[in-house]
């Protein structure tokens, strides 16, 4: 295991199987936004802590992402303030994403809920904003592994993020009825060495990512 954040490791890696990255030349057109997309994850790293927690931020252009030069991001309803200097780009034939997953408040401080402002600055120093809202129950960041869905209260979707010893993604999506078992879940993806269960929040932009299972420790 390498020392990348969790949930970097998994929503990144996920981003990346449904985005393919690649290079394209330098267009001069101002930048235009299309959507901005915005989700708290929180990482559940043991049975017994309160999770950490990040927020994702990413996007959507009508532009060239790859001339971004930052993004900045700002709570509407306090003093919080973010800058990313060196934004991830996501993109296909279709569709252009800059983003940034690593924006974190200082201790014992929430990502505050409500609603957010993005400016997007290029290379030439052009800006564009646009907004976006947060949404989650605030009770997550005070949970404990061995009580989230409890407190979730059914309120959620459950994924499963299978990875390699090498951290790349195997599968993403439902759990399989036939995966009762964790034996049966690591005997259905080759070269499998773990698995973190996601609980996408509903009506809420929030996901909680619990801690690794690992195939030698449920074998």
Known sequence: MNDCPAPLK???????????????????SE???????????????????????RLYVFA?????????????VSSRSTQF???AFEPVIIANEKKQWAGYTD???PAFRKIPAGLYRLVYTD?????????FSIVYPEKIAAASTADIKNVLDGEFFEQVAVFDETDALLYYGLKK??????????SANKGASYYRTC???????????LPAVYKDQRS
């Open 103 to 105: 924006f974190v408040c």
């Open 177 to 186: 009825e036939s995966w009762a078992e964790d034996k049966k879940l690591f």
């Open 81 to 83: 303030e973010w800058t």
């Open 10 to 28: 998994i929503i990144f890696s996920f981003l990346c199987a449904f985005f393919a990255l690649f290079a394209s030349g330098c267009s001069d």
């Open 31 to 53: 930048p235009k936004l299309s959507s901005v997309e915005g989700i708290v994850v929180f990482d559940f790293e043991d049975e017994t802590s309160a999770p950490d927690a």
């Open 199 to 209: 609980l996408v929040v509903k009506n809420a932009t929030a996901v909680c990512i």
């Open 60 to 72: 959507k252009t009508e532009s060239d992402a790859h001339r971004v030069e930052k993004i900045t």
């Open 123 to 131: 290379g030439e120093g052009r800006e564009v904003e646009s907004s």
